[in-house]
């Protein structure tokens, strides 16, 4: 079946710019979660959904980042005013409650802010 | 002290060696153990995972953990050109929403 999916796959934006990324988990998954990968470091935990709900968004590093999800499907990421040191790539991984402990990823989405 | 602790590498063998890929930890609390495998611009893709201290193997590859010395490991047996790629480990406390504590990765070259 289809896998984790997440668009667009690149993003360029200046300094300033709102952006919205997207994340479409595999069918089913009720868990969701968002993660940042900055050049040369390890995944940064961002948030967990759980359904539509956000039980843990501890790896939110500053409330221009805020994320939603609909439906108990897909998720956006907005990030608000961007800065330089937003660039990384955003990853999204979802997975079936009764089997958090695997994790399905998406390509993730490369954004660049200029 | 960072939670994980993983060299960067780059890693370079040639192919048909066995490779070692080696991670630290600090955190007691974890106690769940994983290994994704990330080929370049792609997302993480989980490997193995385990609860327990000992060795697991799956084909190729076996995953070491000894919680005494907060250390696990992969092992890569006949290695492959098409193994080359990064290998992040990580950790979560079991229960809960599993959110894992990754290295930052380990690049691994296997060359023909």
């Known amino acids: 079946g289809a896998g984790v999916s997440q668009s667009p796959s690149n993003k360029v934006t200046e300094k300033g710019k709102d952006v919205e990324l997207r994340c479409d988990p595999i069918s089913g998954h009720t868990a969701l979660y968002w993660y940042r990968q900055r050049l040369g470091q390890g995944l940064e935990f961002l948030i967990y959904?759980?359904?539509?709900?956000?039980?843990?968004k501890s790896g939110l590093p500053s409330d221009r980042f805020s994320a939603e999800r609909t439906g108990e499907s897909v998720s956006t990421l907005t990030i608000q005013r961007t800065q330089q040191e937003d660039s990384a790539v955003y990853l999204c991984a979802s997975s079936l409650l009764s089997d958090l402990e695997t994790q399905y990823f998406g390509p993730g989405t490369r954004l660049l802010v200029l | 002290q960072k939670e994980v602790e993983q060299d960067p590498g780059p890693l370079s063998v040639p192919e048909g060696a066995i490779v070692s890929l080696n991670c630290t930890y600090s955190?007691?609390?974890?106690?769940?153990f994983m290994w994704y495998r990330q080929y370049s611009r792609k997302g993480p893709e989980l490997l193995m995972y385990t609860y327990s201290s000992g060795n697991k193997e799956d084909g190729r590859f076996t995953a070491q953990v000894d919680k005494s010395s907060k250390y696990i490991s992969l092992f890569i047996r006949d290695s492959q050109p098409s193994d080359s790629a990064t290998y992040l480990c990580?950790?979560?406390?079991?229960?809960?929403?599993?959110?894992?504590?990754f290295g930052r990765g380990t690049s691994l070259i296997v060359h023909p």
């Open positions: 959904f759980q359904g539509n709900s956000a039980p843990d």
């Open positions: 955190n007691s609390a974890f106690q769940y």
């Open positions: 990580a950790w979560s406390k079991s229960g809960g929403s599993y959110i894992p504590t």
